[in-house]
């Protein structure tokens, strides 16, 4: 992640970072046996990988939490994107009983990088800024960083 974040930002090549986080995971966590919730994320990160391209780079994070890191990508092209992923990701359902379905939806925050920008760490912060503000609007939504 910080080996391609350092090319992007060497090469003056735009980079745009989404925030996601899939919603009512700590429910999940709490309601559910942990195979059930591993099975809502690896079904989420699944999805998600398919809906990237092959330079996009997918981490997991921690508690229900990735990063995307979008190579060449505007804020206006990442937020099509994130949009793209959380209507996508709005239609999966994790079948985990014989008539018990959960169904999934994310929440996503858009940051990309500022002129003269030197630390990733502060698109990140500003993706998950924009990501707290997508939860707070109730969540399933796509939100990108305004200075």
Do not use: W
């Amino acid at each position: 992640m910080t080996k391609e974040c350092n090319r992007c930002l060497r090469q003056r090549i735009n980079l745009s970072v989404m925030m996601l986080r899939l919603d009512y995971f700590d429910t999940m966590q709490n309601v559910y046996k942990t195979t059930i919730t591993d099975m809502c994320l690896h079904k989420f990160s699944e999805s998600v990988q398919e809906l990237l391209r092959n330079y996009d780079t997918l981490c997991y994070f921690l508690n229900g939490k990735f990063a995307v890191l979008s190579p060449g990508v505007n804020i206006n092209q990442a937020v099509l994107i994130a949009e793209r992923i959380r209507t996508n990701i709005e239609k999966i359902t994790v079948d985990i009983e014989k008539n018990i379905k959960i169904p999934l939806s994310v929440s996503i925050g858009v940051s990309s990088m500022f002129t003269n920008e030197k630390v990733i760490s502060d698109i990140i912060e500003r993706a998950n800024k924009a990501l707290l503000n997508a939860e707070h609007m109730g969540k399933n939504k796509v939100c990108k960083y305004l200075r």
